[in-house]
């Protein structure tokens, strides 16, 4: 197969054999596309090389990855004495308190545990404004619906 650099070598010395073109301006025109043609073919080639390049690199990274993965997935084969999925280890779960900003209005969305929880401050993202303190634990009725949330400060061991 002929390379494009052999190609505009081939139409070089066609204009350069006849004389009748070399002399004119259309020689001079021709020469200078010629030029230009002939750059585009060494750029063309240069980059014809770096994906080559880039081939061999891509599959020295499949096959390093492939190392690995059969590295890690041997290993997991072996220690496999869990029958544990993910599922298992997912706290998503978790339920979400809402509240709204005194100061901006934006809903603040925080974990129900630190209702709980001695020492927090929630405070909203966009403003910096406090919305929960922990100190406040007579408030968090105002978190629960419908009787969701027992009172265990009552004095009843049900």
């Known amino acids: 197969m002929e390379t494009i650099r052999e190609k505009v070598a081939y139409l070089r010395g066609l204009v350069d054999a006849e004389e009748s073109i070399i002399d004119g ?21 240069e980059l014809i090389e770096a994906q080559c ?6 599959e020295e990274i499949d096959f390093d990855l492939a190392d690995l993965e059969d590295e890690l997935f041997s290993q997991d084969d072996e220690d496999d004495d869990c029958d544990c999925t993910f599922d298992d280890w997912d706290d998503s779960h978790d339920p979400l308190v809402e509240v709204d900003c005194p100061n901006c209005r934006a809903v603040v969305t925080f974990d129900e545990d630190f209702l709980f929880d001695e020492g927090v401050q929630i405070c909203c993202p966009h403003c910096d404004a406090v919305v929960f303190e922990t100190d406040d634990f007579e408030e968090h009725d105002l978190f629960f619906e419908d009787g969701d949330y027992e009172d265990d400060e009552s004095g009843d061991d049900n």
């Open 53 to 58: 390049d880039l081939e061999e690199y891509m």
């Open 25 to 45: 301006q259309v020689g001079i025109l021709l020469g200078k596309i010629l030029e230009v043609v002939g750059e585009l073919a060494i750029e063309v080639d």
